[in-house]
């Protein structure tokens, strides 16, 4: 039996944001002044708060201006709304990125639309959502523009491949969907409510979890040769040595043996929504200045 190939998303990633690094010393030499990433957190998410730590440092690393704010769990929700209007005037910022979740008591829906869809590099407000799903240039969600970059450097062209997404929610699932769809992919969006979804996972030449369910799915329901993008994120405890750990929604393990190559966790789609959240704020910042966008991202 031969043994999948296991995608390598910690490189790709660190070539992703290299590349993004000299892009942005380009813009600042034509602009006169860094790209700017404002990064808000509102309490205490010990998994969150990781991700923020290393998203700060890479963004300094690429080269840009990083401004994070911690805010309490118990701020109000216009206090909040407050603050990101103090961040969309300004100047010096070009992209905003509010960590969710949020507490229970603050409206997500209501976060989102207040950020300038000019300055929203996660691209989940309903303006970029929008321009997506229509075809129009759009600030377009990192998570599933990392799964792209990934696929299409595995696959390269993804003309005509049966894609299975599983999970559908607003910021993974549905704009993953979407981007395969722009790749001439034959696309099914897979849920809480599928019927046998074993099966219909089978069918696809691209597998994407995204569901929140560690090692959900399984080595058998995958076809022979497919390619398998686990975006989960799950911190279990080990019942070997009770050591907490991070797996995905694939049980990797089983599924090597089925795949043509698989994306880790960690190491996979992880550090590709950093680098594509910093390759983000490049492309906000050009088009903020009136700058063509940068060149090969
Ligand atoms: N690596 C990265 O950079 C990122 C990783 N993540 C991770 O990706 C995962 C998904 O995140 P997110 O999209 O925000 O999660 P959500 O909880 O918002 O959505 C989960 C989706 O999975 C579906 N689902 C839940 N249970 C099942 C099931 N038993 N069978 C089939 N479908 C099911 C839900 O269906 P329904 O709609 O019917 O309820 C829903 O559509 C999480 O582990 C998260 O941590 C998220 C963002 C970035
Ligand atoms: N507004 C908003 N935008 C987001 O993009 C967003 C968010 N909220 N909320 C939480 C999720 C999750 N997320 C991750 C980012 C990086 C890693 C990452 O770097 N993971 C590494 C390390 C994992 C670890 O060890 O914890 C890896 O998979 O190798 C994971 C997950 C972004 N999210
Ligand atoms: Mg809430």
């Given amino acids: 039996m031969t043994i999948g190939k296991i995608i390598d998303g910690k490189a790709f990633a660190a070539g992703l944001r290299a590349q993004v690094a000299e892009g942005v010393a380009a813009f600042a030499a034509q602009a006169g ?16 708060s990781v991700y923020v730590r290393n998203k700060g440092r890479m963004t300094v690393e690429a080269g840009m201006e990083s401004f994070e704010f911690k805010l309490p769990a118990t701020i109000g929700e216009d206090e909040l709304l407050d603050l990101i209007e103090e961040l ?25 639309a207040a950020v300038s869809p000019d300055k929203d590099v996660d691209g989940f407000h309903v303006v970029n959502a929008g321009r997506l799903a229509t075809g129009q240039e759009a600030l377009v969600p990192c998570t599933p523009l990392g799964c792209i970059m990934l696929l299409k450097d595995e696959l390269g062209d993804l003309s005509g491949l049966e894609a299975v997404v599983v999970g559908r929610s607003n910021i993974v699932g549905k704009p993953m969907a979407q981007l395969l769809l722009a790749e001439n992919c034959t696309v099914t969006l897979a ?39 686990d975006v989960g994120i799950n911190r279990v405890v080990d019942t070997e040595d009770g050591k907490a750990r991070i797996v995905g929604d694939v049980a990797t393990a089983e599924a090597l043996a089925h795949v043509r190559a698989i994306t880790p966790v960690p190491g996979g789609v992880g550090p590709m929504t950093i680098a594509v959240l910093l390759r983000n704020t490049l492309v906000a910042a050009h088009a903020r200045a009136g700058l063509p966008g940068p060149e090969g991202l």
Avoid: Y
């Fill in 33 to 48: 002044r860094k790209p700017g990433l404002a990064v808000v957190l509102v309490g205490e998410d010990p998994a969150s």
């Fill in 88 to 112: 969309n005037a300004d100047e010096r910022i070009d992209g905003i990125l509010c960590q969710l979740p949020l507490p229970g008591h603050i409206d997500e829906a209501s976060v989102i």
């Fill in 191 to 229: 849920h809480s409510r599928t019927r046998d979804i074993a099966s219909v996972v089978h069918r696809a030449d691209i597998v994407v979890a995204a569901v929140g369910r560690a090692e959900m799915v399984k080595g058998e329901w995958i076809k022979p040769g497919a390619t398998v993008i």
